[in-house]
């Protein structure tokens, strides 16, 4: 029971990698607060684990959405010790043809969400003393470049805010890595074509796709007091596609 009594705020909680570790996060012994745009589906698909989590409408890309997430952890918990920033998106626009929008919800999402869900808590943590964790999610993509210049952009920018906030909140015992996965078995990954998933596995020398439970454990580890000396650091989960 690594995580036994942690309060986790997990993003993007209602599919893929934010669900799997959601789940890995409960069977460690946390209280986790699930969140995505739509409560009642996540709350549906996440019936199984009871009480043990609370699920809750958020737009992470909204900052009083945010806010009155936070909000209702501390009144419910107290405190907040781990923050899981998954919640992305993602766009099959070719670089000259993306368009304004496109371009403004994936860096909105992925870039801006992460922000404001990793700002309010560690605001939280501080307010209550508590020497949590950040976890950001970026994608090898970022390291790559195989992707929409959106995606990888807003991927690529997630590092460098975990490495700055890093050392920012060092002096608070607050630490903050990046967990880097490879091609993973999403909903999301569903979406490529076959084409372009089956050039995209030819440079993973482990020769599979990542599964989210995968990710998941490594999630744990990050956020346990087994990674208690590791802060600003990208840790890739990618079957050797790329190097850090």
């Given at each position: 029971m690594k995580l036994n009594d942690k309060v986790a705020f997990v993003t993007g909680a209602?599919?893929?990698?934010?669900?799997?570790?959601?789940?890995?996060?409960?069977?460690?012994?946390?209280?986790?607060?699930?969140?995505?745009?739509n409560r009642e589906a996540l709350a549906e698909s996440l019936a199984d684990?009871?009480?043990?989590?609370?699920?809750?409408?958020c737009n992470v890309a909204d900052s009083a959405s945010v806010a009155d997430a936070m909000g209702q952890v501390e009144a419910r918990f107290g405190g907040l010790d781990i923050v899981v920033n998954n919640a992305g998106v993602g766009a099959l626009d070719?670089?000259?043809?993306?368009?304004?929008?496109?371009?403004?919800?994936?860096?909105?999402?992925n870039l801006g969400g992460t922000f404001l869900c990793a700002r309010e808590g560690a605001r939280l943590m501080v307010k209550g003393k508590r020497q949590?964790?950040?976890?950001?999610?970026?994608?090898?993509?970022?390291?790559?470049?195989?992707?929409?210049?959106?995606?990888?952009?807003?991927?690529?920018?997630?590092?460098?805010l975990t490495r700055a906030i890093a050392r920012e909140l060092a002096p608070s015992g607050i630490r903050v890595n990046t967990l880097v996965p490879g091609p993973t078995n999403t909903p999301m990954m569903a979406g490529i074509p076959d084409e372009h998933m089956l050039a995209l596995l030819k440079n993973v020398p482990l020769g599979r796709m990542c599964e989210t439970d995968e990710i998941a454990r490594v999630a744990v580890f990050l956020a346990s007091e087994d990674a208690s000396f590791m802060t600003g650091q990208n840790i890739a989960v990618n079957g050797g596609m790329a190097f850090i």
């Open positions: 209602g599919q893929g990698m934010g669900q799997a570790i959601v789940r890995r996060f409960v069977a460690e012994g946390a209280r986790v607060v699930a969140v995505d745009l684990l009871g009480e043990k989590v609370l699920a809750l409408a070719s670089f000259l043809d993306t368009p304004d929008e496109s371009w403004a919800r994936v860096i909105n999402v949590g964790t950040i976890i950001n999610l970026s994608s090898t993509a970022a390291l790559t470049g195989e992707g929409p210049s959106h995606y990888c952009a807003s991927k690529a920018a997630v590092m460098g």
